[in-house]
């Protein structure tokens, strides 16, 4: 259990409404991720972070926010839902030097 | 950008066949690690390869990191109805350590 929580577990929302995840971790980690993983394309990073306030971009950044204020949490905001953001969001912390990435439970996000 | 493709896509097999999942690139990973993931939760890591030529057991599993760290390979042995998951690799690259660059995946069904 490397202690990441994810919430909302589910949300179903309309598109053009801002939705926010949350991923909260319990360890102090410094890297952390927030990944989107869909039928055929497999798990592909959207945004990362590297310390409190240091965040990156990752392969499918469009349309996606992120922000990290506290160590321990990591927010992924959609400004503005679309029905092709529906998927399921994974957060993730690596632990050490050699790249082992810990996921959390997922959130099913929905966008009608 | 890195890619990682894994094969074969869908294997169904009987309870106490073998198998072989293959994960292949052209790149050099410095790392490279096989998730396995269940319907509705996130992946957990399974094991994580470092050295060109490393074999790492894990039970009824076999890991294998190619000479050239361009391809690994996972091996089960009398495979069980529990083994049933998606099977991912990820590798991590030196220049940028921080990420991991995911496979498609490889869906395995056990039937009992």
Known sequence: DAGITQ?????????????????????????????????????????????VKDTDKGEVSDGYSVSRSKTEDFLLTLESATSSQTSVYFCAIRKDSLNEQYFGPGTRLTVT | TQLLEQSPQFLSIQEGENLTVYCNSSSVFSSL?????????????????????????????????????????????????????????????????YKLTFGKGTLLTVNP
Not at chain 1, 30 to 51: E, F, K, T
Not at chain 2, 35 to 45: A, D, K, S, T, W
Not at chain 2, 65 to 80: E, M, N, P, V, Y
Not at chain 2, 81 to 89: F, M, R
Request: glycine content about 14%.
């Open chain 2, 33 to 97: 690690q096989w998730y396995r993931q269940e319907p509705g939760e996130g992946p957990v890591l399974l094991v994580t390869v470092v050295t060109g030529g490393e074999v790492k057991k894990l039970k009824r599993l076999t890991f294998q990191f190619g000479d050239a760290r361009k391809d690994s390979s996972l091996h089960i042995t009398a495979a069980q109805p529990g083994d049933t998951g998606l099977y991912l690799c990820a590798g991590g690259s030196g220049g940028s350590n």
């Open chain 1, 7 to 51: 919430s909302p577990r589910h949300k179903v929302t309309e598109t053009g409404t801002p939705v926010t995840l949350r991923c909260h971790q319990t360890e102090n980690h410094r890297y952390m991720y927030w990944y989107r993983q869909d039928p055929g394309h497999g798990l592909r990073l959207i945004h990362y972070s590297y310390g």
